[in-house]
């Protein structure tokens, strides 16, 4: 089965500043990647996906994220954070044969500061 | 225009009470789930339903009992209400076809509060 591991519980970073979050998977093939986020009192949107191909994909709102098959990562970043991005974050894996199945990671709380 | 569209937004209820919560979603989708939600925001899937039929049922108490009627409505009764029940009820729908992986959309969930 598949797993996956958000190493960061919170991360504050200052508006303009560029941000990376960190999302380490265990599956023995290559699989779905997804990441979402949730705004509070909100459901979860999907913010971008990786199944093949580039390694390096762009989502929506100016995020982007690299699959790393060596270090079995799937990092989300983006090069200047904005208020608006305080939210709450999931990485997701699912199968490569069930791509419906996924699993989430705990979650990463972004904070803005000003 | 809502996608996934789940009724009610926020239930509060006595223990040992039935309640529902609705989903419907206008996307033309094939699989629906339900999540869940609690106070940590630890997302676990609790079913899932592929053309009205049950594809995962993870372990989840059988107080809690899907029921799809056709494949945009996937519905969550729930008997004999306890307090751990307390959550944030999250509805999804995913269209998944072979090279084309779409992930999820989302309800804006169901608050249930077990008073």
């Known amino acids: 089965a598949q797993s996956v591991t958000q190493p960061d519980i919170h991360i504050t970073v200052s508006e303009g500043a560029s941000l990376e979050l960190r999302c380490n998977y265990s599956?023995?093939?290559?699989?779905?990647l997804f990441w979402y986020v949730q705004s509070p009192g909100q459901g979860l949107q999907l913010l971008l996906k990786?199944?093949?191909?580039?390694?390096l994909v762009q989502g929506i709102k100016g995020f982007e994220a690299e699959f790393k098959r060596s270090q079995s990562s799937f990092n989300l970043r983006k090069p200047s954070v904005h208020w608006s991005d305080a939210a709450e974050y999931f990485c997701a894996v699912a199968p490569n044969t069930n791509a419906g199945k996924s699993t989430f990671g705990d979650g990463t709380t972004l904070t803005v500061k000003p | 225009d809502t996608a996934v569209s789940q009724t009610p937004k926020y239930l509060v209820t006595q223990m040992g009470n039935d309640k529902s919560i609705k989903c419907e979603q206008n996307l033309g989708h094939d699989t629906m789930y339900w999540y869940k939600q609690d106070s940590k925001k630890f997302l676990k899937i609790m079913f899932s339903y592929n053309n009205k039929e049950l594809i995962i049922n993870e372990t989840v108490p059988n107080r809690f009992s899907p029921k799809s009627p056709d494949k945009a409505h996937l519905n969550l009764h729930i008997n004999s209400l306890e307090l751990g029940d307390s959550a944030v009820y999250f509805c999804a729908s995913s269209q998944d076809l072979p090279r084309q992986v779409r992930g999820y959309t989302f309800g804006s969930g169901t608050r249930l509060t077990v008073v």
């Open positions: 990786y199944f093949s191909g580039d390694t």
């Open positions: 599956y023995g093939a290559t699989p779905y």
